[in-house]
């Protein structure tokens, strides 16, 4: 009988963000089913992204040229310029200006190479995909090449704060001190031009990015909201016995706006087993089931195949 499901008739739904700069989430979804299939389930793949790191691979963007720039320290670096099956042009962030461990310096980095890209558009429509930036300059670099949008914009933001949240929430993570976060969150306060935008949601995401982009006419969308539902997460989830999401780390941030936050919301409204597992955990969340990776990345591939074998033992 074709179509039937494996000897324990579990359905699994493997749908995790990155690991980032340890693993893409089409290579976490890849893996985690690996170690599902081995316990017998049936697996249905679909990695999920925020506007972070690998949101236009999660679409279905197909790349369409390569633009010279500068990166957020002004070396020079190319980037993609992708387009989605309708034609609308995708541009991601993170593939330009992107949080590199090996250099944190927020007072520094500039967003100038993210203009440089948009400024290369040519198409109907625009999504621009914010988060995983080394940033926090409110987009002034951005707007120093960039001064009107090439097409209607719609910008997924990976992270559904107020402008000062840039430097008073992410900025630690891209390696501020308690000093610089106060400096930088004045530099934020003093550009009064956005200041009609900075109460938005989405506004402070990818280093204030949101609210310049805003300031030009973009709109601003919940990042993983925005592509869960291109995704047909729902339905998918209502079809499902299993789902499991995660990311590098879960925290306080997961529920702003992340990609595996907003998974666990879905499974939650329609009643549906949800394993969220970190490399770090440093919150637990509400309905889910919650489980630690060893937290070394050269274990991280292992850790998936392991816990995906494991969930489909228990189940």
Request: hydrophobic residues 45%; proline residues 6%; glycine residues 12%.
């Amino acid at each position: 009988m074709t179509g039937r499901r494996p000897r324990n008739h579990v359905l699994a739904l493997a749908s995790p963000a990155s690991l980032k700069g340890v693993l893409s989430a089409r290579e976490a979804a890849g893996l985690l089913a690996e170690g599902l299939r081995r316990g017998g389930a049936q697996v249905e793949e679909l990695p999920i992204a925020d506007g972070g790191e690998g949101t236009a691979d999660a679409l279905g963007g197909r790349e369409r040229l390569r633009a010279r720039v500068h990166d957020a320290f002004g070396h020079p670096r190319e980037a993609p310029i992708r387009a989605l099956p309708d034609g609308t042009a995708v541009v991601e962030a993170a593939e330009v200006i992107p949080l590199d461990s090996r250099r944190l310096d927020p007072l520094a980095a500039s967003s100038r190479g993210l203009g440089e890209v948009i400024a290369r558009v040519e198409a109907e429509r625009l999504l621009v995909c914010l988060g995983g930036t080394a940033n926090v300059d409110g987009g002034a670099g951005l707007r120093e090449v960039l001064r009107e949008l090439p097409a209607p914009t719609t910008v997924l933001c990976d992270a559904l704060v107020p402008l000062r949240d840039a430097a008073r929430r992410f900025a630690p993570q891209k390696g501020a001190t308690p000093d610089q976060v106060e400096l930088l969150e004045r530099r934020l306060a003093a550009m009064t031009e956005l200041a009609p935008y900075a109460e938005l949601p989405g506004a402070g995401a990818a280093g204030g990015l949101g609210a310049a982009l805003a300031a030009l006419g973009a709109e601003l969308v919940p990042g993983a909201r925005e592509v869960l539902r291109r995704l047909g997460f729902r339905r998918r989830v209502r079809d499902a016995d299993l789902v499991v999401t995660g990311e590098g780390a879960v925290d306080q941030t997961t529920l702003t706006g992340k990609a595996p936050g907003e998974a666990l919301r879905v499974c939650r409204e329609e009643g549906v087993r949800c394993v969220v597992f970190g490399g770090r955990v440093e919150t637990e969340l509400a309905g889910a089931e919650m489980v630690a990776l060893s937290g070394d990345p050269a274990r991280a591939a292992a850790d998936l195949v392991a816990l995906g074998e494991r969930l489909s033992r228990q189940t």
